[in-house]
């Protein structure tokens, strides 16, 4: 657990929990024996902790689905069935197994990451998910919280972990939408709006990069942490034509790249914060904290790997698939200028032109860039991949050593000339992706905190005029079919949280600094006051599903929805959405 992560979780509780936190803490390493990582101490974990600097760096091959047979083609539409399982897979690349849950075609091919779904515009697939999970979680479930359970008297024991795929950033019925209470049991335990395990996926939308990973109430961020997620790519004609005709590099120099981050035991098992609330009327048992940091940063599932390649241009599909961890990329070398990333792609599809880099990659939980770097000019080099991000983001430390790096590329393969030379398109789409219509419906929408029964942080939603909300209260959203809206989201604390609504792509329309007389009591604001209004970042400028409100700032995107029925919208932090960061949206 990294420093800013333990110091944030102990600034939530009151003083003499903090003290009783830290006392056993010795943050001294001592040698595990038995082929076992030499361990920490770390009074978050009930277990003693594997030091990640005792963990090899780029050794590891990175994990390329396209080349291990991890790509499920779905192009010709049709039906297909998803079981998620437990597997053992060596994530550390020092010969432990390390027990994770993820997705495959039979239960003997799951995989963590679950393999790349490939599917096609217009042409719908029909996905049979299936649990298999064990009845025990690899994580720690806090009871406290509303979770799946809650209320209905069963236990993993008896029922089995419940589970729910989400496409996310998928444009899909609400029956489909994989929500937080449409969760299924191995036993057949359902949850309240559970309509099916069958999902049906028209593929409506522009080529993008989208993917599925659990959505359960309460539980998400174990269930994912645990290795339910996985890429979806939806290709079109446009896409097509771009890659054959040499604007984008072809299918075999693209890379999709899912970036999380871990702590593990020394014997190699996944490490979650476990310990009891020292805080009065504290039922026992494991508690959710305010944010998870990793210090074991994975790619597509692997520590630290390393990816050879050509000395031409490659496309990375990526993804922040972590917790709570902002990353903010660059890809840096020993010698020699930085390379430039060229984004060419947002959450939900193409921006207009290529935008070059000037600074780092700023990726929040759940959001996708679509980038090109072209390695055409650094044959023979060493690159790294590096995260400048701190945590929290942007007030908290800079990232430790371990955290700073994610990725080496190493430009030593020869350039395979069968493969047609690439010069990357000028233009990507015809014209900015814009939300057109008038504007039915401004909302204003705040970020906010309040302390539980506990005493421990809770992050909410809500609106300006009726101030906190838990994911438990009256829906207060709910658009009408084709109406346009602008949603202003108001954050009134010290962190930026990344907002993710279900079913739309919207567009961002910029950011303002903002200032607010708040009733401290409920939340509510008054006497808003609005700054100078920045456009959104170029980088920004396309189809989005997921958008970074950065604190003391409000955010504005503009919105349709199209599709009638149930969703919802949330903080994509999992720690804060499984603590009721997340309300409910109802499309009439």
Partial sequence: MADTSRRRFL?????????????????AARVAGGGRLPALIDPLYGQPIADPNAIPRFVQPLLVPAQQGLRIDATAGGAHRIVMAETVQDVLGVGLGTPVWGYGRTGADV????????????????????????????????????????????????AGVPAVAHLHGGHVDAAFDGGPEQWFTARGDTGAAFASSASRYDNSQQAATLWYHDHTLGITRLNVYAGLAGFYLLRDAHETELMQSGGLPAERHEV???????????????AYPDIPMPLPGWPGGPSQLVDFYGEVILVNGRAWPRLRVEP????????????????????TAPAGPS??????????????????????????????????????????????VRNFASAPFPIGLPPSPSAAEVLRLQVDLPLDRSAPPVTL?????????????????????????????????????????????????????????????????YNG??????????????????????????????????????????????????????????????TRIRVRFDRPGDFVWHCHNLSHEDNEMMRPLRVR
């Fill in 312 to 331: 031409r241009p490659y496309r990375f599909r990526l993804l922040n698939g972590s917790d709570s961890r902002i990353y903010a990329l660059a890809i």
């Fill in 256 to 270: 999709e790249l899912v970036i999380q981050d871990r702590t593990f035991h020394p014997d190699g098992r996944l």
């Fill in 11 to 27: 600034g939530s509780l009151g003083t003499a929990a903090a003290a009783a936190l830290l006392a056993p803490h010795v943050a």
């Fill in 493 to 554: 604390m010290t962190t930026a949280h990344p907002i993710h609504l279900h079913l739309v792509a919207f567009e961002v329309l910029g950011r303002a600094p903002f200032l607010a007389v708040k009733d401290d009591e409920t939340g509510v604001l008054r006497d808003i006051q609005v700054g100078p209004s920045r456009p959104a970042l170029p980088q920004e400028r396309g189809p989005k599903d997921t958008v970074l409100a950065y604190p003391g700032e409000v």
């Fill in 111 to 158: 995989s963590y990451p679950g393999p790349t779904l490939v599917a096609r515009r217009g042409r719908p697939i029909r996905v049979e998910w299936s649990n298999r999970l064990p009845r025990r979680h690899l994580g720690p479930v806090d009871t406290t919280l509303h979770w799946a359970f809650s209320h209905n008297g069963l236990s993993i024991a008896e």
């Fill in 425 to 489: 398109a000028t233009r990507l789409r015809r014209v900015p992706f814009r939300v057109p219509g008038p504007v039915a419906v401004t909302r204003r929408l705040i970020l906010d905190e309040r302390l539980d029964q506990y005493g421990r942080v809770q992050n909410l939603l809500g609106t300006a005029e009726l101030g906190r909300l838990s994911y438990r209260d009256p829906v207060t959203e709910t658009p009408r079919i084709g109406e346009v809206e602008v949603w202003e989201f």
């Fill in 339 to 384: 390379v430039t990333m060229m984004v060419i792609g947002t959450d939900g599809g193409f921006l207009e032109h290529p935008v070059a880099l000037s600074g780092p990659l700023v990726l929040s939980p759940g959001e996708r860039a679509d980038v090109v770097v072209d390695f055409s000019t650094c044959a023979g080099r060493t690159l790294t």
